[in-house]
């Protein structure tokens, strides 16, 4: 008996041995994806947060002089006498047009892709492949050439007006370029599959039985998708919004195709300050800014629906 | 159940149901009838595939029968949509909502049907202490066992009071032991509550030990419709007679009718005297006999029909003598074992058959 103990124990401790090495083992599989997170992530942020506060050189570039004078205009700019202190109006309004803009986007995507993913996931197996497989079709072509054909639809002489004035409907071309709709337009259309994907992931896991469920316990439809459907794809919704709101509120390309300068968003704004105003660390601080809000609402978004969660239980 | 018929809970009228189109179309249901009464426990015995499920869904208000008629007491509530129904609806896999906890589970139906807050809160801890889970009001769902898991959605579907609660085979994924368990508490908790079930299973012999009345189905056929006594001591044919418990069938012909017996002689010559319950009694029929009904003596004894032991299967409390009579049929009976141990009889044995007065029953296919 007592021998056999002992071979046990030992048998268990050669077993704790190979699972701790298995969990080294496992932790250096991941060192590459780590280094290139290092590298393409971490040391550039810090990069920008020294220049943020930096002065600026006079051809772009910095000067190694410590300052906050940065920072100071991201919110704040100088009066036209240089004596009396301001918000910055255009980068307060860049900056609320981009988060609305965002949270628009989300909204619309939810819309949008919900009954898509939804129809997708109910579709027999070998069906919804050939679904998914033409939702990501838009990935195959380049982002500028898809963004550049919207535009060619909606500009002044575009298709959509062209066709409107021959068909009679308006007189003069409408202005569809270079509005926040024409960003939100593009946007919805670029993002709709980060959406897509991640909710039907999750309601392809969905017991539709629950739904059966539901209705024998007096549920109508409506409550049926608010008690039961929505909590379930609850994981997919915030995957798919925080996709498609962190991808938004980054954008560069869309906003400024469709937008222009009358509706930038905060990437135009950044870039603008790297390039032509040549302004290095304006344009670090604006784009730890970004980073910030991001994750702010990240969190606000997460704790909400966490919240919500626990309500229901 | 002497005197004036009670009001039915539920009956189904002329039920029919196709499933599919052309060549993939498959009768579930072929004008199935069933009166089911208040306070009732009420089965609906089958094998697979025979239409029992589809028959509770329409009850649920799953589906919608091609023709035929649902009611509930006098209203028709066939095209009734299931959540304005008053009937719940006990799943096989249970169907609990995983994102609530096991009250939260319990409280939908109330919830949806707009009771007030305190109402809610006082049935749910009724319910939850009714299928013996009080304890477990805040834990997950998916921290529970099977077994508890049936508990919750009993509850949950007993918890808004229905006319009807059905039953969709919902101890099927449960091992043998907790079944057995469970069919007491499935018992008791129809008992306790005097709602009439309606309950789904392939199983005969849950069937048997849980009914008041049991529904024979079979490939979308209503076969047979009575009480676990009559259903097993009566069967109506064939395959009521072989699906519940075993039964031997034997070839013969009417030879003379007494009363509600016949004596039929069979092909090896020999004469058994048979209930003729419903059969007509004429011309070639089929009895069957329940091995527990035959008896074995000596070879010889007068007034049996000799006989040879092909096999004997031991099994505990039984024993299973498979026995070919002299002018050919084959048979089975199963004979308790004595405490002293060992078959009395085994293989190459030579013995007399006797069947037990009123065993052969006469069947109507």
Redesign the interface.
Known sequence: MATMETSASSASNHEALANSRRTRNSWLLSLPAVLLLLIGASGPLLVLLVCSFLEPGDYGGVIWKPGIEAWFKTIFSDGIGGDAIQLADAHLLIFWRSVKVSLLTVLVTFALGFPTAYFIATRPRPQRTVWLFLITIPFWSSLLIRTIAILEMIRGEGVINTLAIWIGFIDQPMQMLHTEGAVLLGMAYVYLPLMVLPLHASIERF?F??L?????????RW?VFR??VL??A?PGIVAGSILVFVSSLGAYVTPRVLGGDESAMIASLIGYQFSQAENWPLGAALAILLLAAVAIVLVIFIRTLCAE?AD?? | MAGKQPATAIEARGISKVFGSGQNETRALDDVSMQIRPNEFFTLLGPSGCGKTTLLRMVAGFEVPNSGAVFLGDEDITGTPPNRRPVNTVFQNHALFPHLSVARNVAFGLEMLGKPRKEISDTVARMLALVRMEQFANQATNQISKSQKLRVALARALAPRPEALLLDEPLIALDHKLRKEMQLELKRLQAETGIAFVFATQDQQEALTMSDRIAVMNAGHMIQIGSPEDIYSRPSGRFVASFIGESNFFEGTVQSVKGDVADIRMPSGHIVTARLGAAKPEGSVTFAVRPEHVRLEQFGVAGTMPAKVTQAVYSGTDTHCHLELDGGERLVARLQNAASGGPAYDKGMRAGVRFDEGAAHVLAD
């Open positions: 017991d039985r629950l059966e469920a539901g209705y024998d316990l007096y549920a109508n409550q008690r039961i909590p379930l609850g969660r229901d239980r």
